[in-house]
T-cell receptor, first 110, second 111 residues
Framework: EAQVTQNPRYLITVTGKKLTVTCSQN?????MSWYRQDPGLGLRQIYY???????DKGDVPEGYKVSRKEKRNFPLILESPSPNQTSLYFC?????????FGPGTRLTVT | AQSVTQPDIHITVSEGASLELRCNYS??????LFWYVQSPGQGLQLLLK??????LVQGIKGFEAEFKRSQSSFNLRKPSVHWSDAAEYFC?????????FGKGTRLHILP
C-alpha cells in the first residue's frame, strides 16, 4: 500500500530537549515536505526536498532542521524545541502534483 | 506572491442541503489547484485537483469544483451534504516547487 508514515504520532517533551520526527514514504517520490498546522493558520511549509541531498527552506524554517540522505526518508529535527513549536506536523511526498500526507505528529513542548 | 484565500472560516449547513466552499487565489499563470479534506484527528485527503482542461472537476465523495479564471476562483460544491462531511476543507495552489494552502474552512452539519 502506498503510504507516508510518521513516528511518533504523539510526543510531549520539554524545552531544549532535542527530538527527531521520522518520515518515510514507499512510493519512490523525489519530492518531500514538512508542514506544521496551527489553528487559524492552515498548513505552512517548514522545509522541502526535491531529491536526495537537496533541501530548501519553506515559509517557517526557523528552529527546524531536515536531512535527506536517502530518497525514502526525510526526518524533521528540532535541536532545541520551544513551546511555540507545539503544533501538529505533517510529512508529505508527491509526484506530478499529487501529494500524499502522513497521519500527522502532534507535538507538545512544555 | 502566490496566495490562497478561503473567506469563510466556518460554514454551517443542514444535512441534505447543498454546499459551496469558496476559494480565491492570486497567481500569475494558470495554477494547479487542489481541495483537501481533514476529518477530526485525521490527516489530509485529496478530494480533487485541477491541472488543465475541463474547468469542472469531479472528485471523491460526490464533490466537484469549478475553475473560473476570470474570477480567480476554485469553489468546491456538493449538491447534498451528509453528516460525515463535517470536517475542515483546505484549498491549495501549486507551483513548481511548493504547494500553498489556504487557512481552511470548517464545515458544520446540522441534523
Amino acid at each position: 500500500e502506498a503510504q507516508v508514515t510518521q513516528n511518533p504520532r504523539y510526543l510531549i517533551t520539554v524545552t531544549g530537549k532535542k527530538l527527531t520526527v521520522t518520515c518515510s514514504q514507499n512510493m519512490n517520490h523525489e519530492y518531500m515536505s514538512w508542514y506544521r498546522q496551527d489553528p487559524g493558520l492552515g498548513l505552512r511549509q517548514i522545509y522541502y526536498s526535491m531529491n536526495v541531498e537537496v533541501t530548501d527552506k519553506g515559509d517557517v524554517p526557523e528552529g527546524y532542521k531536515v536531512s535527506r540522505k536517502e530518497k525514502r526518508n526525510f526526518p524533521l529535527i528540532l535541536e532545541s524545541p520551544s513551546p511555540n513549536q507545539t503544533s501538529l506536523y505533517f510529512c508529505a511526498s508527491r509526484t506530478s502534483y499529487e501529494q500524499y500526507f502522513g497521519p500527522g505528529t502532534r507535538l507538545t513542548v512544555t | 506572491a502566490q496566495s490562497v484565500t478561503q473567506p469563510d472560516i466556518h460554514i454551517t449547513v443542514s444535512e441534505g442541503a447543498s454546499l459551496e466552499l469558496r476559494c480565491n487565489y492570486s497567481y500569475g499563470a494558470t495554477p494547479y489547484l487542489f481541495w483537501y479534506v481533514q476529518s477530526p484527528g485525521q490527516g489530509l485527503q485529496l478530494l480533487l485537483k485541477y491541472f488543465s482542461g475541463d474547468t469542472l472537476v469531479q472528485g471523491i465523495k460526490g464533490f466537484e469544483a469549478e475553475f473560473k479564471r476570470s474570477q480567480s476562483s476554485f469553489n468546491l460544491r456538493k449538491p447534498s451534504v451528509h453528516w460525515s462531511d463535517a470536517a475542515e476543507y483546505f484549498c491549495a495552489v501549486g507551483e513548481n516547487d511548493k504547494i500553498i494552502f489556504g487557512k481552511g474552512t470548517r464545515l458544520h452539519i446540522l441534523p
